[in-house]
């Protein structure tokens, strides 16, 4: 019966088509290349494009900086080699508009009617547009707004707790149920793709950058850079900057 109804649908995925009407959700569909292989019409709009026939056969590179596509590319191969969902995943980058925003991703492997894994599916969800879903964590919106204006300088763990009202054990579980990553976690994440783009669209020195971004010295933000983004700030530079 299940087959059968399946079968009766035809080759298109019209479950696709449910999340056109999911306000601040993105879907998408790339084959085990990392190629887009369909789109919701958010990502159409995201990306300026008229028809899904468009993004068909394009990759990340076309639409995002190299770092930035590189991070996404990555977690497609994590989920084609494993087979696993790779769910929950917070990106934070620039938006078209310059702003800090932060996105969360949850990618599941595609198979065919054997079990092959065929490529990878997934929604991407903003922040903003996530927020009426979060709003039983309005402390945790305080202190995201706070990290989100204020991520330049010296914020503590212990200041952003007593700005939501929570002690620190307390606003690090909520932020790991909300997030799935500590306070500090995603503080220094914020710092990090902030100071990403400086290190591409300024002169600035890497001692100035880090200390502009509340790092306690250049070896500590050389060494928090290497571990989200995969290589040391200098290299970052060199390889990017145009």
């Given at each position: 019966?299940?087959?059968?109804?399946?079968?009766?649908?035809?080759?298109r995925q019209q479950f696709q088509q449910l999340f056109e009407h999911l306000p601040g959700v993105y879907f998408?569909?790339?084959?085990?290349?990392?190629?887009?292989?369909?789109?919701?019409?958010?990502?159409?709009?995201?990306?300026?494009?008229?028809?899904?026939?468009?993004?068909?056969?394009?990759?990340?590179?076309?639409?995002?900086?190299?770092?930035?596509?590189?991070?996404?590319?990555?977690?497609?191969?994590?989920?084609?080699?494993?087979?696993?969902?790779?769910?929950?995943?917070?990106?934070?980058?620039?938006?078209?508009?310059?702003?800090?925003?932060?996105?969360?991703?949850?990618?599941?492997?595609?198979?065919?009617?054997?079990?092959?894994?065929?490529?990878?599916?997934?929604?991407?969800?903003?922040?903003?547009?996530?927020?009426?879903?979060?709003l039983t964590y309005t402390q945790i919106d305080q202190v995201v707004e706070y990290i989100r204006g204020n991520?330049?300088?010296?914020?503590?763990?212990?200041?952003?707790?007593?700005?939501?009202?929570?002690?620190?054990?307390?606003?690090?579980?909520?932020?790991?149920?909300?997030?799935?990553?500590?306070?500090?976690?995603?503080?220094?994440?914020?710092?990090?793709?902030?100071?990403?783009?400086?290190?591409?669209?300024?002169?600035?020195?890497?001692?100035?950058?880090?200390?502009?971004?509340?790092?306690?010295?250049?070896?500590?933000?050389?060494?928090?850079?290497?571990?989200?983004?995969?290589?040391?700030?200098?290299?970052?530079?060199?390889?990017?900057?145009?």
């Open positions: 019966m299940q087959r059968d109804f399946y079968a009766r649908m035809g080759e998408f569909v790339k084959d085990d290349q990392s190629r887009m292989m369909g789109a919701s019409r958010s990502i159409l709009e995201r990306f300026g494009l008229t028809t899904e026939d468009e993004i068909i056969g394009t990759t990340d590179y076309e639409y995002f900086p190299p770092h930035i596509a590189d991070s996404f590319v990555r977690d497609d191969q994590m989920v084609l080699d494993t087979g696993e969902p790779l769910t929950g995943r917070v990106e934070i980058w620039y938006t078209e508009q310059r702003l800090l925003d932060w996105f969360v991703t949850d990618k599941l492997p595609v198979r065919d009617s054997g079990g092959k894994i065929l490529g990878v599916m997934g929604t991407v969800r903003s922040y903003e547009g996530s927020r009426r879903s979060l991520h330049r300088g010296k914020i503590t763990v212990t200041d952003l707790a007593r700005r939501a009202n929570l002690s620190p054990r307390q606003l690090h579980r909520k932020f790991m149920e909300v997030f799935n990553m500590s306070v500090q976690e995603f503080l220094t994440k914020t710092r990090i793709q902030a100071a990403s783009d400086d290190l591409l669209n300024t002169d600035r020195s890497i001692t100035e950058i880090a200390h502009d971004f509340g790092f306690c010295d250049q070896s500590a933000f050389t060494q928090q850079f290497k571990k989200h983004i995969g290589k040391t700030p200098l290299k970052f530079r060199r390889q990017h900057q145009v």
